[in-house]
């Protein structure tokens, strides 16, 4: 299989380059595209509002249906000896292919119905809506990368870079109205998926296709092996689905029970700990082709996997303590004269575990415990239904910061269970 072509004589060094190639050319497209559409958001002035709504319809359902394949594709199900993972190899590319055609009808439909209730000009919402196809397409092709050619992901830094750098150059030209506007909101998603094409493409002349494939196409005809798709990588959807409306519904609990300055406090704050949250998210991913790997050693994966814990508890308490001393120091900015101390030592606790349990989601992944993550998922889910209404009730914005810390050390005592019963 490609996969032990590729990494069984990887050596420590090697594979801390590849993380770290992985993690730079991750870092370039989410910081290149965030900070596109910030500027092209700011060059659409009234337009804006539509313009980020969209963005945000985007990926709501990239995350909706990717369905946990990408995640499926790094831990690595799809190299397996087993006859049936064969066919999985087989049948995950008309898989992504189907959710991306239904994906991309659903996202413009929504997106123009938005348009149509608010009276907004369709142009350049709908053209954000291709970035749904584009980012489902280079998230599928960056994950292959990682796991199916050594040294890919450090390929993918150099064309990436030049994508970035030609954006700019385009924003520029439209800022200056010497280029349309609307073509600045697709062009970076565009070359970046390109460019990553262009890589996997590269690669994968050089090196032996991955079991069930021929000449690097599928074997098999149609949309057969589908469903086989869709029940192995059925955990990690449902994971996906629950992170979507459990990230989200703290923020409209918060604005039904506060508002002024602690409603405003609590958005600010959460969007401060979405850049560490996104950072480390990516990191944790990156780790997964690695301690999913069966050609390590017991003992090395052993300690493998300490160092990686040791590292994530180290990342998560700089974390809570960086983000309580930044949102101090950028409170007044924001005109937060009076900052609720409860409120955002609550915040910062709860960043510092969702930083550890996204490192705990990524392990778990690793070691193909996907069902197991789907039950801690459910349990928390259960956990924060009942909590979150009852701390609204009773305390407001602190209590909805107070229940879902608690849920989140609920998420962090199974992980350690789990973790204990593996070692067990």
């Not at 609590?266 to 301690?291: C, D, E, G, H, K």
Request: with cysteine; net charge positive.
């Amino acid at each position: 299989m490609a996969f032990q072509t590729c990494y069984a004589n990887e050596r420590p060094g090697a594979t801390r380059s590849i993380m770290v190639s992985a993690t730079v050319s991750r870092l370039i497209f989410f910081g290149g595209r965030y900070l596109s559409l910030l500027f092209v958001a700011s060059l659409l002035g009234q337009l804006a509002a539509g313009f980020l709504l969209a963005v945000a319809v985007v990926e709501f359902f990239r995350i909706v249906f990717d369905y946990g394949l990408e995640n499926g594709v790094l831990a690595r199900f799809h190299q397996r000896a087993a006859e049936d993972a064969k066919r999985f190899a087989a049948a995950k590319g008309r898989f992504r292919l189907l959710a991306i055609l239904i994906g991309q009808l659903v996202t413009s439909a929504a997106i123009a119905a938005f348009c149509l209730k608010f009276d907004m000009p369709m142009t350049i919402p709908l053209v954000a809506s291709l970035q749904f196809a584009c980012l489902m397409g280079f998230g599928y092709l960056q994950a292959h990368l990682q796991t199916d050619y050594a040294g890919g992901m450090a390929a993918l830094v150099r064309p990436l870079i030049l994508a970035a750098l030609a954006q700019s150059v385009l924003l520029l030209l439209v800022a200056l109205g010497m280029a349309p506007l609307w073509i600045g909101a697709i062009l970076f998603e565009v070359a970046a998926l390109l460019a990553c094409g262009f890589v996997v493409r590269r690669f994968r002349r050089r090196t032996a296709p991955l079991s069930g494939m021929k000449d690097g196409v599928p074997s098999g005809s149609g949309f057969s092996g589908i469903g086989a798709v869709f029940r192995r990588i059925a955990p990690l959807g449902n994971v996906s689905l629950l992170s979507v409306a459990y990230g989200r519904v703290d923020a409209l609990v918060v604005s039904w029970v506060a508002g002024g300055a602690l409603l405003t406090q609590y958005l600010l704050f959460q969007r401060l700990a979405s850049a560490p949250l996104m950072f480390f998210s990516t990191v944790a991913s990156v780790n997964i082709a690695r301690l999913s790997g069966e050609h390590l050693g017991r003992e090395r994966s052993d300690r493998s996997v300490s160092r990686y814990r040791k590292r994530a508890y180290l990342a998560a308490a700089a974390s809570g303590l960086g983000f309580a001393g930044i949102g101090l120091w950028i409170a007044p900015f924001f005109q937060l004269k009076d900052v609720n101390l409860t409120l955002l030592g609550l915040q910062g606790v709860v960043l510092t575990l969702q930083v550890a349990n996204g490192f705990h989601a990524a392990l778990l992944i690793a070691f193909h415990e996907s069902a197991h993550l789907w039950e801690v998922a459910r349990n928390n889910t259960v956990l924060a239904s009942v909590l979150m209404p009852l701390g609204a009730w009773q305390l407001g914005a602190v209590g909805v910061a107070l229940a879902i810390c608690m849920v989140e050390f609920f998420c962090a005592a199974q992980h350690v269970r789990l973790f204990r019963l593996r070692t067990c």
